[in-house]
């Protein structure tokens, strides 16, 4: 099989994962299921949950003990995606290629899409989880919450609000890149490497290996936010620059930022070659290096 149509497939089997996950229904606050699979099935790259499940593969965990927690992880990444949007913070009017959910159902109901979603992350592992121990589960869910939480992605949504319209030093912006976009990806290594009782060092070398992919992944994205096509990318570009936000390319520059870009995909490459059965994850890091959306 080749890396490419193992992503593939990752990602087939994550979409119908999450869309059982979600059923539709008919109750009578039924809109607020309709709210959170608008969001949550609207594709994307699935790349966190991608993770959970390649390194739960490399430590020897059967996919469908991994995928409740790759659920779970794409259910809250997705939820910070719909209040990421909502017009007291980002006020994005399009996500993925179409309205964003605050555009469909109204702020007061994407609000509650988002709850909904990050509530239902934690349901769903602890109700698909009985054929590992509860330790292993609760280890694995600790990690999630906190990734997830003011320590986290919440914290770095926090800085990213205060940043508008004041610049950021370049030690403060990786700050902001590490909790907001790299401690969920970072869960993603660690719920495998939990799942998989990996030892220090492949622990330690699948940290490495999130850390400098996620750092990557924010410096192409303020990249593509600069000279990218929205068409591609499903999103308006150019908005960062509109808002004031201080970003890798304000500290670095185009072509600054394309040579970190680089250095880090190297670094990533060199972790990930620490681990058995890599070939995945080295082909992942330069697939990101020259994604265009």
């Not at 290594?189 to 992919?213: F, P, Q, T």
Request: glycine content about 6%; some cysteine; overall charge negative.
């Amino acid at each position: 099989m080749t890396n490419s149509s193992r992503f593939l497939e990752y990602q087939n089997r994550i979409n119908e994962a999450l869309d059982c996950a979600i059923p539709e229904t008919d109750v009578l606050y039924s809109k607020i299921f309709t709210a959170m699979r608008y969001s949550l099935n609207a594709g994307g790259k699935r790349i966190r949950p991608v993770l959970v499940l390649e390194f739960s593969r490399i430590f020897g965990v059967d996919e469908s003990v991994a995928m409740p927690f790759a659920v779970a992880l794409e259910m809250i990444h997705t939820y910070s995606l719909i209040h990421d949007d909502l017009p007291c913070m980002d006020d994005d009017d399009l996500r993925r290629g179409r309205p964003t959910n605050h555009k469909m159902f109204g702020e007061a109901t994407a609000v509650l899409a988002g709850d909904a979603l990050l509530n239902r992350a934690f349901e769903h592992v602890l109700s698909n989880s009985n054929s590992i121990s509860a330790d292993v589960t609760l280890r694995a869910m600790k990690c999630l919450a906190k990734a997830s939480g003011a320590d986290g992605m919440i914290g770095g949504q926090m800085i990213d609000m205060q940043s508008e319209n004041r610049e950021l030093s370049l030690s403060e912006t990786e700050l902001l890149q590490s909790l907001k976009t790299g401690a969920i990806i970072e869960a993603a290594a660690i719920m495998g490497c939990i799942l998989g009782n990996a030892d220090e060092e492949k622990s330690a070398a699948s940290l490495e290996y999130a850390k400098k992919v996620g750092l990557a992944f924010q410096i192409k994205d303020d990249i593509l936010n600069v000279e990218g096509d929205s068409k591609l990318l499903g999103k308006d570009v150019g908005n960062d620059e509109e808002s004031g936000k201080s970003t890798f390319v304000k500290l670095l520059g185009l072509d600054g930022c394309k040579e970190r870009l680089e250095q880090l995909t190297e670094e990533a490459v060199v972790a990930a070659k620490k681990l058995p059965e890599s070939e995945f994850l080295v082909w992942l890091a330069y697939e990101l290096l020259s994604r265009k959306n």
